[in-house]
C-alpha cells in the first residue's frame, strides 16, 4: 500500500494536530469581544458556567470559569450578551470553544424579546386568566400524551403512569417538539385530540433543553390551541427552572414531563388501600344489617298466630262491634225520637190557630177592662161636672139677670161696663135672664 505522506504532505497524529490548531487560535485569538445570544446555559455545581452564543444557525461554545466570574455580570438564557475572552481548542472533543474572562450584558436576546412581547399580548387578552382553567378529574380512564415518539419525556411518563395507575388507558397524540415544524405539529395534535373527546385529561410533555429548543411552546399558535382545548391540559416542559408560554396558558403546570405524570394521575398503591379499607367496611356493614334482619325475622316469627285464632279473634271482634253499633243505633234513634217530640210541642204551641184564640182570649178580657175603666171614669166625670155645675151656678151672671139686672153691650159684643162708653143716637144690646133687645141710647149722663 502506498503511504499518502509526503516531504509535502507530512502525518499528523490527531493530538498533535489538535495540539497545533489550538496554538494557532490561542496564538491569533488572544483578546477578542463577541455578541450573540446565550443558548443552552449550564450551572453546574464546580461554580463554572457553560453555554452557547447564538446568532441565526451559528453558534460557538463558551466557557466561563468561576475564578473569572468575578466582576462579570450573571448570564440568563436568552440574554444578549458581549463577552471578551481567547478562541481555545477543548483537546478532548475537537471542540472549538470561547473561554470567557469578561461579560457583559449587550440588551435583550431576540428569542426573549419575542417571549415578553407574545405575554404581554396574551395577558391583554386574558388566556392566563384563572376563571378559564379547568379542574383536572380525580381518576381519569384515559389519559393523552402529545410528545415525540423518540422523547425521553414520553418514556418517563409511561413508565410514571403504569407504576402509579396502571388502570388508566394511554392513547398518544404523536408530534415534533422541536424545529421549524414543531408549532404547527404541535397544534395540529392539540385540536385532534380536542375534537375526538377520547380522553379525560391530556399532557403536553418535553425533555429540557435551551431556550431555542423550546420555542415551539412559546409560540402563539400553539398557546391558542391549548386555550381553545375542551380538555384540561398539564404542561411538563423542560426541567423545573423552564417555564414557557404554554405553562401559562394550560390548566395546570408541571416542574418535569414526570411531575405531570404524576399530578394527572392518583396514586395506584393509595386507591387500592382505600378500596380494600371500603370492601372491609362494607362487608361489616353486611355482616350486620344481615344480624339485625335476622334478628328482626327471629321476632316476627315469635309473633306469628295460627290463622284459626287471628279468625277467632276478628269474629268476637266483630260480636263486640256489632253490639256497639247496635247500641248506638238505639241511643241515636232515642235521642231523635226525643228531639222529634220537643219539636213537635214547639210546633205546637207556635201554632196560628192557638196563637188567634190566645190573641181572642186576651182582646175580650182587655175589652172588659178599658169598659170597666170608661164606666168609672163616666160616673166621676159626671159627677164631677155636677158639681162644678152647682158651683158655677153660684157665680154665673145669669143668677145676677134673674134678679133684676141686665147687661149692655155694644155693636162689637163689648160689655159697656161704664157710662163713659155710651154715646148718644148708640145702639146697644141689652141681655135679660129671658131674653134680649135693641136699645138707641137718647141721653146719656154720669152721677153728680
Known amino acids: 500500500m502506498n503511504s499518502l505522506s509526503s516531504s509535502n504532505n507530512p502525518v499528523f497524529s490527531v493530538k498533535s ?29 464546580s461554580g463554572h458556567l457553560y453555554f452557547s452564543l447564538k446568532e441565526g444557525n451559528s453558534l460557538i461554545r463558551c466557557a466561563f470559569f468561576r475564578n473569572r466570574r468575578i466582576g462579570s455580570s450573571d448570564p440568563e438564557e436568552g440574554m444578549l450578551v458581549q463577552v471578551r475572552g481567547q478562541i481555545s481548542l477543548y483537546e478532548s472533543r475537537g471542540d472549538l470553544q470561547l473561554i470567557v474572562n469578561k461579560l457583559q450584558p ?20 386574558g388566556l392566563f386568566d384563572s376563571a378559564h382553567k379547568q379542574p ?16 425521553a419525556a414520553l418514556q418517563d411518563i409511561r413508565v410514571t403512569l403504569k407504576r402509579r395507575f396502571p388502570a388508566a388507558s394511554l392513547i398518544i397524540y404523536p408530534s415534533f417538539v422541536q424545529g421549524d415544524q414543531a408549532p404547527a405539529s404541535l397544534s395540529k395534535a392539540i385540536e385532534t385530540a380536542g375534537a375526538r373527546q377520547e380522553v379525560d385529561v391530556l399532557i403536553l410533555a418535553r425533555g429540557g433543553g435551551a431556550l431555542e429548543d423550546l420555542q415551539a411552546f412559546n409560540d402563539e399558535t400553539v398557546a391558542r390551541a391549548i386555550f381553545h382545548c375542551p380538555l384540561p391540559i398539564v404542561t411538563g416542559v423542560g426541567h423545573e427552572t423552564d417555564f414557557t408560554i404554554a ?42 344489617m344481615l344480624d339485625q334482619h335476622k334478628q328482626s325475622v327471629d321476632y316476627a316469627c315469635a309473633k306469628l298466630v295460627h290463622p284459626e ?16 253499633l247496635i247500641s248506638l243505633i238505639r241511643f241515636s234513634t232515642f235521642q231523635a225520637s226525643s228531639h222529634i217530640q220537643t219539636s213537635q210541642m214547639r210546633v205546637r204551641a207556635h201554632n196560628p190557630t192557638n196563637l188567634v184564640q190566645q190573641r181572642r182570649q186576651q182582646l175580650s178580657i182587655n175589652r172588659s177592662a178599658i169598659l170597666r175603666q170608661a164606666s168609672l171614669s163616666l160616673k166621676e166625670s159626671t159627677v164631677a161636672l155636677s158639681h ?28 159697656i161696663s161704664s157710662i163713659a162708653r155710651l154715646k148718644k143716637e148708640q145702639i146697644v144690646t141689652a141681655t135679660m135672664h129671658d131674653g134680649y133687645g135693641k136699645l138707641t141710647v137718647d141721653n146719656a149722663s154720669t152721677k153728680s
Open 106 to 125: 449587550s440588551g435583550e436576546g431576540a428569542l426573549q424579546r419575542a417571549f415578553e412581547l407574545l405575554k404581554k399580548k396574551l395577558l391583554a387578552e
Open 388 to 415: 162644678k155645675r152647682s158651683q158655677l151656678k153660684l157665680v154665673s151672671p145669669l143668677k145676677t139677670l134673674e134678679r133684676g139686672y141686665t147687661i149692655l153691650q155694644n155693636p162689637k159684643g163689648q160689655v
Open 309 to 324: 285464632q287471628r279468625l277467632q279473634a276478628y269474629r268476637i271482634q266483630r260480636i263486640n262491634l256489632t253490639k256497639t
Open 247 to 288: 405553562d401559562m396558558i394550560a390548566d395546570q403546570r408541571a416542574a418535569t414531563p414526570t411531575a405531570a405524570a404524576e399530578m394527572v394521575t392518583p396514586d395506584g398503591t393509595r386507591l387500592l388501600r382505600e378500596c380494600w379499607y371500603l370492601k372491609k367496611r362494607l362487608i361489616d356493614i353486611t355482616e350486620r
Open 17 to 45: 494536530l489538535v495540539g497545533e490548531l489550538r496554538s494557532v487560535l490561542e496564538s491569533n485569538y488572544r483578546q477578542i469581544v463577541v455578541e450573540g445570544e446565550i443558548s443552552g446555559l449550564a450551572r453546574p455545581a
Open 136 to 151: 383536572l378529574p380525580e381518576i381519569p380512564r384515559r389519559i393523552g400524551i402529545v410528545s415525540s415518539l423518540s422523547a
